[in-house]
């Protein structure tokens, strides 16, 4: 690897881990977008998203993003940046992105990304469903199954985004980290 890999892709399909296992073979700082905006806010995504919506959180991740051009620019060093799982639809934050560096699109199957997401989730005593990402709690879901059938939506279009913004695609197949880990290093050492 001889630049800045930029890991995109949807929420829970592995950005932070792959990107985490990347970073330390590659001995290079690792960077979170969404952890930039916590830092520079005070505030995490989904408190800016819930309470101030969709246009003042991409703002916030717009910032986090030129935070981090500033930063390697400065220090002169290649590193592994996760993203939040909707920068997609961030055009701003992906221009300054794809100046950092070439962005992957991590691709985990449908289902796997989905049971992760239903696995943090919680019933609460009155039916609704808590610990839910933005995109999917605005629905107000009644029962896991509308849960999966939003998700299906996002999944569709969210993919047809990443694919047309990524410089290069990966797909996590249903092994162990580990393998992931091993098959996507082999793919990086060629970029």
Same mark, same amino acid.
């Given at each position: 690897? $001889?630049?800045?890999?930029?890991?995109?892709?949807?929420?829970?399909?592995?950005?932070?881990? !792959?990107?985490? +296992?990347?970073?330390?073979?590659?001995?290079?700082? @690792?960077?979170?977008?969404?952890?930039?905006?916590?830092? +520079?806010?005070?505030?995490?995504?989904?408190?800016?998203?819930? &309470?101030?919506?969709?246009? &003042? @959180?991409? #703002?916030?991740?717009?910032?986090?993003? !030129?935070?981090?051009?500033?930063?390697? $620019?400065?220090?002169?060093?290649?590193?592994?940046?996760?993203?939040?799982?909707?920068?997609? $639809?961030?055009?701003?934050? *992906?221009?300054?992105?794809?100046?950092?560096?070439?962005?992957?699109?991590?691709?985990?199957?449908?289902? &796997?990304?989905?049971?992760?997401?239903?696995?943090?989730?919680?019933?609460?005593?009155?039916?609704?469903?808590?610990?839910?990402? &933005?995109?999917?709690?605005?629905? !107000?879901?009644?029962?896991?199954?509308?849960? !999966?059938?939003? @998700?299906?939506? /996002?999944?569709? #279009?969210?993919?047809?985004?990443?694919?047309?913004?990524?410089?290069?695609? @990966? /797909?996590?197949?249903? *092994?162990?980290?580990?393998?992931?880990?091993?098959?996507?290093?082999? +793919?990086?050492?060629?970029?």
């Amino acid at each position: 690897m $001889n630049k800045t890999l930029v890991i995109i892709g949807i929420k829970h399909c592995g950005k932070s881990t !792959q990107g985490k +296992l990347l970073a330390k073979h590659y001995n290079c700082p @690792f960077y979170d977008t969404d952890d930039i905006v916590t830092e +520079l806010t005070g505030k995490t995504p989904r408190e800016i998203y819930t &309470a101030q919506g969709e246009d &003042a @959180f991409m #703002e916030q991740e717009t910032a986090a993003c !030129q935070y981090l051009a500033r930063k390697l $620019n400065a220090d002169k060093k290649q590193a592994i940046i996760a993203t939040g799982g909707g920068i997609c $639809n961030n055009t701003s934050a *992906v221009a300054i992105l794809k100046q950092i560096g070439s962005l992957l699109l991590l691709l985990a199957e449908e289902e &796997a990304a989905c049971r992760r997401i239903v696995y943090d989730a919680k019933t609460l005593p009155d039916g609704t469903i808590a610990n839910l990402p &933005a995109y999917i709690a605005s629905y !107000q879901p009644k029962s896991f199954e509308e849960v !999966q059938s939003i @998700f299906h939506t /996002f999944y569709e #279009e969210r993919t047809k985004k990443y694919t047309a913004i990524a410089d290069v695609v @990966f /797909f996590a197949e249903a *092994v162990s980290i580990e393998e992931n880990s091993r098959r996507l290093i082999a +793919l990086c050492d060629t970029l």
